[in-house]
């Protein structure tokens, strides 16, 4: 039964995986979020007694990942197949750089890239003793430097953010291969989300013809994605729609 491991799953894409994953027969999910008390998951987990574990976890907290390793340790005896790293934060989406809030971009880059590296290092034992061994990093094409030289202005933060995770990502691949662990930066299509919102407008203006997926669809897109990765692929930067985008 492979095992999946979600962070910020208490809405938009987290919570598609969550819903789409416990589709899927014998399959068992573990949701992360700070609130597990969300009525999102707290109905999903009413639904799926035996194949969904809503776990709380502050992935900028060293303390609250480390407890949540230790709860979910005992429910995973083959180890941890998939860590889906999904959590973002998005709070300056249109700023200049001139006038970014150099607080809150150091927030946004330690809660993109550092806090990801936390979770993963802390699951890294149990993702080890699976048998898939895959770490997912969820990345946005804006991460791309030929994307992102064209949209001015928009998600400056959030590309810089992003990037700085595809180079973990991509580094971090080098050495897990050895081990038989999977990375990837996965962008997983444009969506439906609060975080998103801010590029609505240039998209609609230049990039009319780019579709705006559901976050279920976005979900499908990664758990695609997820599934078909390869060991002699490890640390590449993945499209939605299964081809590799440049960095």
Known sequence: MPS???????????????????????????????????PSLTELAAKYPDTLKVVEMDIISQESVDKAVEIVTPLL??????????????????????????????????????????VS????PLIKKSELKRIIFISSVLASSNITFMMANQFNAYSVAKAALNMLAHKWAATLKYEGVTTAAVHPGWTQTELGEG?????????????HFTPEESADNVIKVSEALTLDKTGAFWHADGTNLPW
């Open 199 to 211: 590029i609505n407008e240039w998209m609609a203006k230049y990039a009319g013809h780019v579709r």
């Open 77 to 118: 005896p083959n180890g941890l197949d998939y860590l889906v790293n999904n959590a973002g934060k998005n709070p300056q989406p249109n700023t200049k750089f001139e006038d970014l809030d150099l607080d809150l971009f150091a927030e946004e880059i330690a809660f993109n890239t550092t806090a990801p590296l936390r």
């Open 4 to 38: 999946w491991l979600i962070t910020g799953s208490n809405r938009g894409i987290g919570y598609g995986l969550v819903k789409n994953l416990l589709k899927k027969e014998n399959t068992f999910v573990i949701a992360t979020a700070r609130n597990p008390n969300a």
């Open 121 to 124: 290092r802390a699951f890294l």
